[in-house]
């Protein structure tokens, strides 16, 4: 790369990456791993710079959030599979919440996001908190914006619900 590519890299890379961290963090759960997935999918953007720079700034942030959220998935099935296997050799079944210490609200949202299967969290959390537009978040997801919004729809339903009734103590990972 030249110095004005390498320099519009950096620029965008810095404007995108609160918002991905973010993102990661409400999907993952975790602040550390988000932190390493959204490196990750902004190396990857580095790489592929010359293609990225070609596009607009939304087509670009939207390919970084579909590479990271693919990131996420993986990590998330990875996670599953090592809880299985934990358990199996333990000999006893997975259940409990996954958070860190934090203000009790925020805890309660988290758990309450973890609770959500994970393509209605996926949609959410790309919605509301990346603040993407709906044909943005289908981009990310790869479905129509019916299904964004169909999804989104759901999982805000879901967590109004759960709010009301204080459940969230055990993670889904379903539809």
Known sequence: ?????????VAFCRRLRPRLV???SLISGDPGTAEELSQEALARAWSNWSRLRELEEPAAAAWVFRTATNLASSWLRRLAAERRAV????????GGARGEPDLAD???????VATLPR???TALVLRY????????????????PG????LTSKAVHALRLGMALGI???VRDGA
């Open 87 to 94: 358990a199996r050799l333990a000999g006893r079944s997975i």
């Open 147 to 150: 299904t964004v919004k169909s």
């Open 22 to 24: 973010g993102t990661l």
């Open 168 to 170: 969230g103590e055990e």
């Open 1 to 9: 790369m030249d110095d004005e590519a390498d320099a519009a890299a």
């Open 106 to 112: 925020t805890l309660a949202v988290r758990r309450q």
């Open 119 to 121: 393509r209605q969290r």
């Open 129 to 144: 908190y990346a603040d993407l537009p709906v044909s943005q978040v289908a981009a990310v997801m790869g479905c129509s």
